[in-house]
């Protein structure tokens, strides 16, 4: 039973909805974006697999001033599991004493799941008497790589669904529900560390944009539908308003605009009457006169 789901925070979401407008690199962005990939790849898998305690997706907690973010965390009769997904691209080898990465080493997986334990099992002794045994166990999500791995605190994506049959167990020794709700409770949406992007900075291009290649301004209007010069691809134009409003809403973090303003997003030189009607029948009216709720 998942009783919190995995999404991106509001700078993750401005930076993904940025890019296709704006010639600006954002490597750290892309670097969380490819991990944020591997736990959906994680989310894929748990969601084909009978199990029969709580899960929670993308825990961050804040205790003392150190934050800590948990990939998942499974609550099986007998202990809550932390689940630590990696995306790596290439050879991995892993024993108990090196983590080797196409050759290199780096930390290995179980420090940092080491961490994380220790932080998860802190905190809650701090607001339950008793807690439950906390495992940590890394999960190497891209099944494109190659693996040699001689480390039980180290699977694979494929090797999850049996992981997860072998350590079920029906002997129930706490209940696991109220520490649940407490720990989605004291979830923070936002790590202390991120931030909105300064757009004052970046140029951001404006105009329609295909929702197949993503590219801006190749959008050919012909009545009620739009053609993309670059892919070809045919789209309603409800279908481009819509990703034009919701970039705008993610870009500029706001929830409300007025018409005039999505009109200049969407680099339309004259008035669009039939945007405006678009507008006025999909949104409605927001909190200031001409406004309206994105």
């Known amino acids: 039973m998942r009783l919190k789901t995995r999404k991106l925070n509001q700078y993750d979401l401005q930076l993904e909805h940025l890019k296709y407008r704006t010639q600006v690199i954002f490597d750290k962005h892309e670097l969380r974006m490819r991990g944020y990939y591997g736990e959906q790849l994680l989310d894929e898998v748990m969601n084909t697999i009978q199990f029969s ?15 800590r973010q948990f990939d998942t965390l499974l609550f099986f009769n007998h202990q809550i599991l932390i689940v630590d997904a990696k995306y790596y691209t290439g050879n ?31 905190y809650l ?25 001689h480390d039980g605190s180290c699977i694979t994506l494929k090797d999850l669904p049996r992981f997860i049959a072998n350590n079920q167990s029906q002997f129930v020794t706490y209940d696991s529900l109220p520490i649940a709700k407490w720990l989605i409770a004291h979830h923070r949406d936002v790590s202390k560390y991120d931030h909105a992007t300064d757009l004052n900075c970046i140029e951001i291009q404006k105009g329609l944009r295909c ?18 010069k ?21 870009i500029y973090l706001t929830n409300t605009a007025t018409v005039k303003a999505l009109q200049q997003f969407a680099g339309f030189e004259n008035r669009s009457h039939l945007f405006e009607k678009y507008i006025r029948a999909h949104y409605r009216p927001g909190p200031k006169r001409g406004t309206y709720i994105i």
Do not use: W
């Open 230 to 250: 670059c892919c070809g691809n045919v789209f309603t134009k409800n279908e481009l308003f819509a990703l034009l409003v919701k970039d705008y809403k993610h």
């Open 125 to 149: 002794k701090q607001h339950f008497k008793n807690v439950p045994d906390i495992d940590a166990i890394t999960v190497f999500t891209n099944m494109k790589s190659g693996y040699a791995i």
């Open 53 to 67: 305690g709580i899960e929670l997706s993308d825990i961050r907690l804040l205790n003392n001033g150190v934050e």
């Open 211 to 228: 929702p197949k290649c993503k590219q801006i301004n190749t959008i050919q209007l012909e009545r009620n539908l739009g053609i993309c």
């Open 92 to 122: 991995i080898e892993v024993t108990q004493q090196a983590f080797l990465l196409n050759g290199n080493p780096h930390e290995h997986p179980f420090t940092q799941a080491n961490r994380s334990t220790i932080f998860l099992r802190k």
